[in-house]
């Protein structure tokens, strides 16, 4: 046992914050928990004077990384930069010298987590994540070990806190996506570039990691299929609930076959779907694995506290491993190479609506569109006749190949009868 | 690396053959996780003849569990006997040779977990039991790994299938408690006697392991508060209902000043609590944690599939220990013995039902008696008045001490103008 096991924070933001305070207000119980001290030992970021909600010792904190990767007495290298570069460098050379890595950073082990995870793992010393997905739930070491036996079939997550945020809240007060983003702004809860969040990247990065795990496969993040919540509005939002859905920001991936299909992109699901009702902040990892079935992780997906927890947590079993001398336990589980369905892969049921004239034979001239196609009907609501003889005009179809709905909408938004296809969602049971 | 690693699994039932089958159907899977073949290498149970679902070697099979535990070429014994003895003395005598065990029986852990944990921790040895609680869910090693750095303040379980199935369709089919149980002793998810599992008893000693690993302490399993779904009937189900509340048989565990909280009973919570939408034979614990906030666990409770898969992930991880010599990397952490509370120390809401004359005055000498308890009401609800004069009046009580509620009770159960105090359910938010 060690008596003191020594703690390095590269990236002194918000979780770094909420870990260090963590490391403080428990340490009784984690030494209790661990048999050593965990201490913070030095703090790196570029801007120290920043005030910041923690007090620390100035004298640990330096400008450079360097300093911190090379520094023998640290035994935990914790980065929470955020971004590629220069984060790959440094956790690189902190594997190099022999320090074992906690991360919170979703886009570097989305990216470039495959050689990283190698690198520690030839040299049995630990890289752990668990904040990188899902914030302060439990889901990254759940899916390592406690599903260990399990095949997994399918990972249906929100794992965007901003994301869900806005949706729940257009559902909840009728209001549209601008007008909610920009309250969402100005209260905190979504950047002032919200790209990253609310086109579905940071999304992507999530259910790329869960599903290399889950698979046991590297994923090419650059290929998981990523669309936004931007063209979600409000009358969406009003027919899905008429027809019993719920419109969620769902991070996707399955596998069959051998092959991997992952996709981030608006869903609607049954509103009686543990996932409809994951709202605000929250989010939630749905996981069916053969033989365990549906198991869902929920709990806060950001901020300070629950990032913060899970980070902890990264270090305790670290430091665990490291009184063992056991790191490196449970190294890359990436065997395979699995293939990447596109989405002319994909088979599901879509919603559709769109703006049509209202006119003897509309109706009937667009089914035969998505009969020519193959594409059978579930649903058709048409909800009255505007005054400029416009109608809106509402399809679910059953389960259809992908390409067979798109070929279908290019040929129907070309009819004369068509004003617009003003909108299209996939629908997950 | 150990080419193979050796399981005996003594009480070979759903539970045993459901681990087998996962240990046989993905079983190069695990090997690539682990880097050993595990394989089954004996069975033992007293009945050997029955038919089961799984095809096995006989000439494995013994009826003699002793022989297992003593067989030097097993390393991990999977005790899935259930019951106090003989599967204390077997598990001891595992140990004690050396064995490291795998078990899902939530009756010994209770009872007698602490004294197999500490003469494991002793030899280093594992002790691993997540199939004793929530079936799948992972639930005990993410307590134990995923929330180390966090102090935990609650654990709020449906860790009940059975129950939770009857309660799912009385509320679903507005049937009475008498008439579900029927049913679902016909289907195989009640036992013909039921009382393990309608009492409360199963879920008391799942509520007791999970507050022992959350609140670090020990917890005498006798002195749980314990309250069946008997009395639930369909009216509180409606009642609850109009309210916004759903009636759940919730295992509750809290902590607070150092003292524990720990009961079992049939309680009220919101509709829009996560935990109201858990339906049928669903199991979920929902736990806060300081300061990562609240993470719920979901998945399937009980069967040899979800079972199996805890079972099984219990093996992986102490083979991985095995190969890397860490077994016992993480003892008993019950530092503690923290006071239990009584049920006089608890303050919540309070529902009760009651019948009552319809005279005058009746719904005034019923509300002094709460006053006079310093007990404030919330709700009053008097549905009409009966043919024969008497009438149903509903009160849910704001936050009160038990004892001024059960003192307001005994009052008003004497009055002249009550009937009967027909129930009185807690509720919490």
Redesign the interface.
């Known amino acids: 046992m060690k008596p003191v096991i020594n703690v390095g924070i590269v990236g002194f933001g918000v979780v770094g914050c909420?870990a260090y305070?963590?490391?403080q207000?428990?340490a009784d119980?984690?030494e209790?928990?661990v048999g050593s001290r965990i201490v913070v030992r030095q703090i790196a970021d570029v801007d120290l004077e920043r005030p910041r909600p923690v007090e620390f010792d100035r004298s640990i904190a330096t400008r450079n990384p360097s300093e911190l990767v090379n520094n023998p007495e640290i035994d935990i290298v914790v980065e929470l930069m955020g971004g590629v570069q220069p984060a790959h460098h440094i956790v690189m050379t902190a594997i190099k010298n022999g320090k074992q890595i906690v991360t919170a950073n979703k886009e570097l082990i989305a990216k470039e987590g495959h050689s990283l995870l190698v690198e520690a793992g030839d040299r049995r010393q630990d890289f752990y994540f668990?904040a990188s997905v899902g914030g302060?739930?439990?889901i990254i070491?759940?899916l390592k070990?406690?599903?260990?036996?399990?095949?997994i079939r399918e990972i249906k997550g929100i794992v965007n806190g901003t994301t869900n945020y806005i949706l729940s809240r257009m559902n909840q007060e009728r209001k549209d996506f601008n007008e909610v983003l920009v309250d969402a702004q100005a209260s905190g809860y979504a950047e002032r570039d919200p790209t990253n969040d609310v086109d579905g990247h940071d999304a992507a990065y999530k259910i790329a990691i869960l599903a290399s795990i889950g698979f046991?496969s590297r994923v090419d993040v650059s290929q998981v299929y990523r669309e936004g919540i931007r063209k979600v509005s409000q009358k969406d939002m009003a027919y899905a609930s008429e027809f019993g859905y719920t419109i969620k920001l769902l991070a996707i991936a399955k596998e069959a076959d051998g092959a991997m299909q992952i996709r981030v992109h608006p869903t609607m699901i049954p509103s009686?779907h543990?996932l409809a009702?994951?709202m605000n902040v929250y989010n939630a990892v749905y996981v069916t694995?053969d033989?365990?079935?549906?198991?869902?992780?929920?709990?806060?997906g950001a901020g300070?506290?629950?990032a913060?927890?899970?980070v902890?947590?990264d270090?305790?079993?670290i430091a665990?491993?490291i009184n063992?001398?056991?790191t490196g336990?449970?190294p890359c589980?990436c065997?395979d190479e699995k293939p990447m369905q596109t989405m002319d892969d994909i088979t599901c049921k879509h919603y559709i609506r769109m703006q049509t004239t209202d006119r003897p034979g509309v109706l009937a001239t667009i089914a035969n569109v998505f009969g020519e196609n193959q594409v059978s009907l579930s649903i058709v609501t048409q909800k009255g006749v505007r005054s400029d003889g416009t109608a809106e005009v509402i399809w679910v179809t059953h389960e259809a190949p992908e390409p067979s709905v798109r070929k279908s909408l290019e040929t129907i938004a070309s009819l004369k009868v068509v004003n617009e296809v003003s909108n299209w969602i996939r629908v997950e049971e």
Chains 1, 2 share one sequence.
């Open positions: 909420g305070r963590i490391l207000d428990n119980l984690i209790r928990k668990e302060g739930i439990p070491r759940p070990t406690c599903l260990s036996g399990d095949r046991t009686s543990p009702s994951v694995g033989p365990v079935g549906n198991v869902m992780f929920y709990g806060r300070a506290e629950a913060g927890s899970a902890v947590s270090i305790v079993d665990r491993n063992l001398g056991c336990r449970i589980t065997f």
